[in-house]
């Protein structure tokens, strides 16, 4: 049976370190408040010429270069991502400018912090259909740019940065075993970001609070935890494992309370969780892929592994993708 294949992987993180102790200088918060709190001791912050786009070009050349391949061979972009430079054309037609991936054709998939495990549940189908197809699968955020750093209830949570991984037709077992996606747009408000301002009066919101997160964190918390324990439970079913036989899990980096929390949910031991979030907050659709390319390059995954990721996020959007090394 021909399966969604990782052939490569990478990651592009901006040069920029911006710690909890600078962020005391800017709000009224406290190491002691972020760490405990979410987990997260520093995170990466977009500097000159460090774009979304070209975070996510320079994860995807990483990718393709540890795949063997040139951007030629690439049939397909799928960017997810909710923070790119400009708003039309899409960040993936400028990704594939930078590499000159010229035969490919191009897209964003907008689910915010689910955006990597929807284009990779996408990218698998598109291999499946059509096995000669190769396509890069991209995370790539620029959050700093869409945070109010007046805001303490958000501006210490977020970070920058891209992850990829080229995707083609693998048999023998390897690849996407079994994937799960959902959405409840009923729930939109608990975490949106507008849109700008519109320039038609009739359509215009008087009470617009601006292009920046808005968060009920609790909410989103509450929604995390119960969301990603059913989702991961409904993958592991449909195909037919247990979450003792997960080698790996790489949740959707937010908060490590909510990572610790799933992590109890599924009675999963510390070491098969990976975790990153104290070094680069919430990077939102990156956030797994640059997870999985540390997880990769650190020798984690051995031939054989069942890896399982896991994402939520505005919409709400919550799936996990259960992957065969
Ligand atoms: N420093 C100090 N105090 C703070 C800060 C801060 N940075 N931020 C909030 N507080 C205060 C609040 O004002 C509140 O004070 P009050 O009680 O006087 O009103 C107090 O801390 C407690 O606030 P809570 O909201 O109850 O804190 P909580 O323990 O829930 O932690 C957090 C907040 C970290 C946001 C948590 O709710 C969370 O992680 N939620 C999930 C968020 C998330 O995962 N979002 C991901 C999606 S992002 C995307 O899709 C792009």
């Known amino acids: 049976m021909v399966r969604g294949m990782i052939l490569g992987t990478g990651r592009c993180l901006p040069q920029r370190v911006l710690t909890n102790a600078e962020l005391e200088q800017r709000v009224d918060t406290s190491d002691e408040w972020i760490t405990t709190r979410t987990g997260i001791r520093r995170r990466r912050i977009a500097g000159p010429g460090e774009t979304t786009s070209h975070l996510a070009a320079e994860a995807a050349r990483r990718a ?52 990597f495990t929807y284009s990779l549940d996408l990218a698998d189908r598109y291999v499946r259909a059509d096995p000669d197809l190769k396509v890069l699968v991209i995370g790539a955020e620029t959050l700093s740019s869409r945070t109010n750093w007046e805001d303490r209830n958000t501006c210490v949570l977020f970070g920058d940065g891209a992850g990829a991984c080229v995707v083609g037709a693998g048999e023998g077992g390897a690849g996407v075993v079994a994937s799960r996606l959902h959405a409840d747009g009923e729930l939109w408000q608990l975490l949106y970001m507008e849109a700008a301002p519109s320039m038609n ?109 896991c994402t939520f996020g505005a919409g709400l959007t919550w799936g996990a993708v259960l992957y065969r090394w």
């Open 64 to 115: 393709l270069e540890m795949a063997g391949m040139s951007a030629e061979e690439i049939g397909l972009i799928v960017v997810g991502t909710i923070s790119c430079e400009i708003a039309m054309p899409s960040c993936a037609c400028l990704v594939q400018r930078e590499l000159g991936a010229r035969r490919a054709f191009a897209f964003d998939i907008n689910a915010a912090c689910c955006g």
């Open 201 to 309: 009066p009739e359509l215009a919101r008087p009470d617009n609070p601006g292009p920046f997160i808005q968060m009920a964190g609790r909410d989103v918390f509450r929604h995390a935890v119960r969301s990603m324990a059913e989702v991961v439970g409904e993958v592991l079913d449909a195909a037919g494992v247990a979450a003792d036989d997960l080698a790996l899990v790489i949740p959707h980096q937010a908060n490590i309370r909510i990572i610790h929390a799933l992590a109890d949910r599924l009675g999963l031991p510390a070491d098969k969780v990976c975790v990153n979030v104290h070094e680069y907050g919430n990077t939102s659709a990156a956030s797994v892929p640059i997870a999985l390319d540390e997880a990769n390059r650190a020798g984690r995954l051995a031939p054989g592994d069942l890896v399982l990721l």
